[in-house]
């Protein structure tokens, strides 16, 4: 009898854990996913690796070189990721003039080293579909690519969140301007979102990186959007009127653009920004004077900047759920300054403060 007895109380906390039950919801409650934004400029044939780069700015050169995007060294970030507790990349992807020609583009390599690798190991990824200037996506693109993302959506490894894909645009001024009235965008969205239920799929989770406006979160908000998120805060962040201000002067700043978004109403995925520092760009971009930028990136910084975001997130739960979702900027944009790959200098000292930090 009191084997029975023991086996039945056994049932029930096991079932009290399962989806569904309140249980599931109290300990998915504390569940934070955490996404770190990849950006594939380091294949070698892009114009990412400049001169400045290479020569002014060698203390952010990954370990096994700038040119990161080959089958080894993907896995060895793979590997390196789940062991700092990050759940998923987040692919910078683009429909670009190669891409349109149905020939290789360079910027969307490293997704598809990753989604041949067999050995992922828990790590989920999704797309950050990077449709600013130059990677504009209209009407005439949308059935195509929405095909395509689907298609990207059912592989195993294509982060879930409350049981659909999740996909981020990072302009939606380059929206509106493409399909020319927000009626048109929210058409366009709800079409992704039927094609995907027609699939075989629950639908579609959609986001979109806004500044922290009022007017932009009523746009998003009135074209139909799922989220709101970001893709940094250095505009929002950086002390106006300053050539250089110092990393410590992120972190108030952020909480307040976080902040401010919780005041829209509308779920929202938090992102910290670790650093930035484009000056390696500064060339490439034809900047008029020295881009202004952060001082005192390190181990402390990103530390503290997890450790926040991690606070903030679940003291607030701005996804609107009991699981929420946190970003970071960045995994690799070097040129942005924002990094958190192993370098000579830090060991693998970036990517072991985001360990400790979400313990």
Not at 337 to 342: E, F, Q, R, V
Request: with cysteine; aromatic share 12%.
């Amino acid at each position: 009898m009191r084997s029975k007895l023991i086996i039945g109380l056994l049932f029930l906390i096991g079932s009290a854990c399962l989806p569904g039950s309140d249980s599931y919801a109290q300990v998915q409650s504390k569940r934070m996913l955490v996404g770190a934004y990849y950006f594939d400029g380091w294949t070698g044939k892009t114009f990412h690796i400049t001169k400045s780069l290479e020569q002014n700015y060698s203390v952010r050169e990954p370990v096994w070189g700038w040119i990161t995007s080959t089958p080894e060294i993907i896995q060895k970030q793979v590997d390196l990721a789940v062991e700092a507790k990050i759940d998923f990349f987040s692919f910078c992807w683009y429909y670009s003039d190669l891409y349109k020609k149905n020939l290789p583009e360079p910027r969307n390599h490293a997704l598809n080293v990753f989604l041949d690798s067999t050995a992922k190991k828990g790590l989920k990824f999704n797309l950050l579909v990077a449709n600013h200037t130059g990677y504009s996506i209209g009407p005439a693109d949308w059935e195509r690519l929405t095909k395509v993302w689907i298609d990207l959506f059912k592989k195993d490894a294509y982060l879930k969140f409350k049981g659909k894909p999740l996909i981020t645009f990072l302009s939606l001024n380059m929206l509106l301007q493409s399909f020319g009235t927000i009626e048109n965008v929210k058409g366009a969205l709800a079409q992704f979102r039927a094609e995907a239920v027609a699939s075989g799929l629950k639908g579609v989770n959609i986001a979109i990186c806004i500044p922290p406006l009022e007017s932009e979160a009523a746009k998003a908000d009135a074209c139909g959007f799922d989220f709101l998120t970001g893709y940094n805060y250095h505009d929002q962040t950086l002390i106006s009127g300053q050539s250089v201000s110092p990393i410590k002067a992120i972190s108030p700043k952020e909480e307040s653009v976080w902040n401010a978004f919780l005041k829209f109403g509308k779920p929202y995925l938090p992102v910290t920004t670790l650093n930035w520092d484009p000056r390696p760009w500064d060339e490439m971009n034809k900047a008029k004077r020295t881009s202004p930028h952060f001082e005192g990136y390190s181990r402390a910084s990103v530390y503290k900047s997890i450790k926040e975001l991690k606070a903030w997130t679940l003291k607030n739960n701005p996804s609107g759920s009991t699981a929420n979702i946190a970003m970071i900027y960045a995994w690799n944009e070097y040129g942005e300054g924002a990094w958190l790959t192993p370098t000579e200098q830090n060991k693998n000292g970036l990517l072991e403060a985001v360990k400790e930090a979400l313990q």
